[in-house]
């Protein structure tokens, strides 16, 4: 048995901020250490934050915890309340005169704003809400085939979830050719000489990490965009893994799309597309012939999951409370940029996820290498946090994985 006073604690995905004094207590012996999987806490608060106060289901007795990184994050009380109160008060569908259709439109129009917010996108309309990253992926490459000639080149990394590579691979079909940036086995780092060589005047496309869902680097995306850019390519991004951890500026990175989840940042299992404005424009997405051909909703197949979207709203509500509460040290840098409103205030909500979780890493990184026999992948280098998430991957001789993560 043994207790700490922390100010942070990592659920899920994302930081939960903790106000001192707030102690937890492990409440089974452990041996002498660390691992990733399931932990059980008991949480005692003294004064618990406004932020840590949404989520029920930490006071819960004797709650599990799951260090479960591709499982998603806990959602706050606002947006369990948003996904229920849809069903009470709007649930419709969308475009009709009465009330409720009237009040679903509205919900869904607050929701794109917000995620537009949080992605810094121009404007509203090049948000697409989906079923998730992978479907919304899919749905873009099959539009994107179209445009393949035998000889196209694709650029993906061997850095990337599956989700961000099947979807082009598949493209192969059409007579696209794949290339494959490897990674530095020292450090699991993108080898950016590779993806240079990798880029020529046939390339078409290059599909890339913001974040490693496997090992938590984070590539120099605006750099790759650029010279993607210079070779004439389009670039999608998949943040599904960064978007929980740091700030997201889409028009600062000059990608042409990018994904995201919105269960990765507390909120329901619902994906998010952004893409510029005149290439939605001007592909062809397969759709059903009443679906109206304006922005977005071309890209947005049949109807939606309107609870989850309300819940979306809710989630980026949420993390405007992180900026409000914990955001004040880095308003000056983000305002000197040209972020106002709840942009700004988002962006510093999120750098300051980023700022408490590289403290974190740093912690479980010390502690992970005091285990014997315990090999981290990926960067371990404490002054290089800043390239990396707080997602570690690892093994550990004695045990499989799951027995690990049940130890």
């Known amino acids: ?14 930081t939960l901020f903790l106000e001192p004094p707030y102690e937890y207590s492990r409440l089974e012996p452990e041996r002498p250490c660390l691992c990733i999987g399931t932990a059980r806490f ?25 260090f479960d990184n591709p499982g ?5 009380q606002g947006v369990i309340d948003a996904v229920s109160g849809y069903y009470a008060a709007q649930n419709a569908n969308v475009g009709g005169a009465f009330p409720t259709s009237r009040r679903t439109d509205a919900v869904l129009r607050g929701a794109r704003q917000a995620v537009a917010d949080l992605l810094n996108a ?39 979830h599956d989700a961000n590579v099947t979807p082009w691979t598949d493209l192969q079909a059409a007579g696209a050719v794949i290339r494959v940036v490897d990674v530095d086995p020292d450090d699991c780092t993108l080898d950016l000489a590779a993806f240079q060589n990798a880029l020529s005047a046939r390339t078409k496309l290059v599909a890339v990490t913001h974040a490693s869902n496997a090992v938590g680097t984070v590539p120099d995306v605006g750099t790759l965009i650029r010279l993607a850019h210079t070779a004439g390519a389009l670039v999608f991004v998949d943040a599904v893994q960064y978007a929980p951890h740091g700030p997201i500026d889409v028009q600062a990175l000059d990608c042409d799309f990018l994904a995201c989840s919105a269960y990765k940042f507390f909120g329901p299992h619902v994906g998010v597309l952004y893409g510029k404005a005149d290439l939605l424009t001007a592909l062809t997405p ?50 000197s940029r040209g972020y106002a409103g709840r942009r700004l205030t988002l962006k510093v909500a999120m750098e300051a996820v980023r700022a408490r979780e590289k403290a974190l890493s740093a912690r ?20 290089r946090l800043d390239e990396r998430v707080p997602t570690v991957a690892f093994t550990w001789p004695k045990k499989t994985p799951r027995a690990t993560a049940e130890y």
Do not use: C
């Open 122 to 160: 121009p404007a509203p309309e090049t948000i697409v809400f989906g079923a998730n990253m992978t479907t919304l992926t899919f749905h873009l490459a099959r539009a994107l085939a179209e445009t393949i000639r035998p000889g196209d080149e694709i650029v993906i990394t061997n850095l990337d």
């Open 364 to 383: 479980l990184l010390e502690g992970l290498a005091r285990v014997p026999g315990l090999e981290i992948y990926g960067l371990t280098d404490r002054a």
């Open 1 to 14: 048995m043994w207790r700490r006073t922390w100010s942070g604690l990592r659920l899920g995905a994302v």
């Open 72 to 76: 998603g994050t806990q959602v706050p």
């Open 286 to 335: 397969h759709k059903v012939r009443p679906a109206k051909d304006t922005l977005p909703y071309r890209w947005e197949t049949g109807t939606l999951n309107h609870e989850g979207i309300a819940g979306v709203g809710a989630a980026i509500d949420y993390l405007e409370t992180i900026g409000a509460q914990f955001g004040s040290p880095f308003r000056a840098a983000f305002a």
């Open 42 to 66: 008991r949480l005692r608060p003294h004064a618990p934050s406004r932020a840590v106060s949404r989520f029920a289901i930490i006071f819960r007795r004797q709650t599990p915890i799951f």
